[in-house]
C-alpha cells in the first residue's frame, strides 16, 4: 500500500491531535533512520501504522490478545500497552505489513524490550521525542539524538520508567529487561 493512502486510512481512526502526532513521528523516525542508516521507507511505514490501535475497543483487544497468542501478562497491565502489539495485528491482518521488522517496532512501540533493532530503536524514540511531544526531560533526550541509538534509546527507556515509578505505576517487565540490557552491555 502506497504510504500516503496509509496515512490516509490513519488518519480516519484517530483524532485529529493523534494523527498530528502520528506526522511528528514519521518526520522524526525517518530523520533518524536517515542518520542511522535504517531504510528510510520502513521507518516511515512503522510510524504511520505505530499508533493504528490507539483507539481499537478495549475488549476487542483483550480478544485479540487472548487468541492470537500474544503474551497473556499483557491483560494484567495497564490496557494502555495494549494497542501495541494489536497495533502489529491491524498492519499485519489489515494494511498486508509482513516485515517482521517492521511489525516489532510497532509491537514494541510502548514498552520497548531487550535486543531491539535498529528500526525498533528508532520508533521507540521518535515516538517520545516527536516535536509535538512535551515532558520534563523531553529537550536532553532531542539533544542527544546523533550520539548514537544506543545511549538515546536507554536514556529514553529510563526516563519512561522513572516516570512510571514516579507515578506508583507497575512498569512491564520487557521494560525492566531493556534498561537492563543496556547496563549490562556497558558493564
Ligand atoms: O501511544 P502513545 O501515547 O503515543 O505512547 P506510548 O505507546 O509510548 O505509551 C502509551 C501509554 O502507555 C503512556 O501513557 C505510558 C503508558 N505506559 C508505557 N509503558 C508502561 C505504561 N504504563 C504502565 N502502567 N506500565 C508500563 O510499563
Ligand atoms: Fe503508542
Ligand atoms: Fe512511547
Ligand atoms: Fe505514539
Known amino acids: 500500500m502506497d504510504p500516503s493512502l496509509m496515512l490516509q486510512k490513519v488518519k480516519d481512526r ?30 516511515r511505514i512503522a510510524a504511520i501504522l505505530h499508533d493504528v490501535a490507539k483507539y481499537a475497543d478495549r475488549e476487542w483487544m483483550r480478544q485479540i490478545i487472548e487468541t492470537k497468542g500474544m503474551d497473556p501478562q499483557l491483560l494484567d497491565y495497564h ?25 516489532n517496532a510497532i ?29 520534563p526531560g523531553v529537550e536532553e533526550l532531542r539533544a542527544q539524538q546523533t550520539q548514537g541509538l544506543d545511549p538515546l534509546m536507554e536514556a529514553a ?25 543496556f547496563e549490562q552491555q556497558r558493564g
Open 157 to 181: 527507556v529510563r526516563q519512561s520508567i522513572e516516570f512510571l515509578e514516579s507515578k506508583n505505576q507497575p512498569v512491564y517487565p520487557d521494560s525492566l529487561k531493556c534498561l537492563e540490557h
Open 107 to 135: 509491537r514494541y512501540h510502548t514498552t520497548g524490550r531487550a535486543d531491539m533493532s535498529a528500526l525498533e530503536k528508532i520508533i521507540y524514540i521518535a515516538d517520545m521525542i516527536e516535536p509535538n511531544r512535551k515532558f
Open 79 to 103: 490496557h494502555e500497552l495494549w494497542h501495541a502489539p494489536v497495533g502489529a495485528y491491524v498492519a499485519s491482518y489489515e494494511f498486508g505489513i509482513d516485515d517482521e521488522d517492521v511489525l
Open 14 to 43: 484517530m483524532p485529529e491531535k493523534r494523527y498530528i502526532h502520528v506526522l511528528g513521528v514519521m518526520g522524526t523516525a525517518v530523520s533518524l533512520a536517515r542518520h542511522y542508516g535504517v531504510p528510510e521507507h520502513k521507518a
